[in-house]
């Protein structure tokens, strides 16, 4: 298995830092993306930077929920900081508040300029930002995203994937394969609109996705099919079947 297998904190939103890294010691899972909402919100970062080390699990990311083009961007500095007393040097952030239809080319170029100076400052600060591909923003498709990575051309400013459950799984293996060379990590779940499955129902379609990109990547499991945090064992063996090998 050449993949680095993490948990996403904010499958777990109702449970404490401690209680989510009590349910995976023990387990494949080596390392966390801690959400900066509920968990780990800047000035809890050395509290929890201490739970990691008790609990031997590491931090992969800062999931933070930083709007480009609307947090002010002198808010930035403080998430950074945070995710480097957290030991991770990635960011997860979202990019503008809606679909990239929406935007009319003098807001694509406003947020494209604030793009390229979070990008500026990040390469400044020694991390990397990571845009995710998420409905309600700017990355809603492949052609905007590919759009926005190119415009930046920063290699301190990429990408998470995750399929868009409202899309076929064909659509996701082509925004999959087009964005592979930005991205940096995952994040697993298996959804079909609005209706949660477990992991186990999308082996061979993980299989495929994971096949889009060279090995290696962080696989972050994100939320449970029915938000039960005793679901998590079993989550866990299909993020591992999923990982042991691709079609």
Known sequence: ?????????????????????????????????????????????????????????????????FRLGVTPLEELPGYIEAAKILGTDILRLWCGDKGSERYSDEEKAALFRECRLAAKLAEQSGVTLCMECHNGTY?????????????????????????????????????????????????????????????WDGIDEWKGYLSCFPEGKTLLLEFMPDDDIRSLPNEIEALCEIAGGTK
């Open 139 to 199: 990355t809603d498709t492949v052609t905007s995203a590919l759009q926005l990575m190119q415009a930046v051309n920063s290699p301190h400013f990429r990408m998470y994937w995750q399929p868009n459950q409202h899309r076929s799984e064909e659509e996701n293996c082509r925004y999959a394969r087009l964005i592979a060379p930005y991205v940096q990590n995952l994040h697993v779940f298996q959804w079909k609109g609005k209706e949660r499955f477990s992991l």
């Open 1 to 65: 298995m050449n993949y680095t297998l993490g948990l996403v904190s904010i499958s777990f939103r109702e449970h404490s830092p401690k209680a989510i890294l009590e349910a995976i010691k023990d387990t494949p899972l080596t390392c966390i993306e801690w959400g900066s909402d509920r968990h780990v919100p800047p000035e809890k970062a050395k509290e929890v930077a201490s739970l990691q080390a008790e609990y031997g699990v590491t931090c992969c990311s800062y999931g933070t929920y």
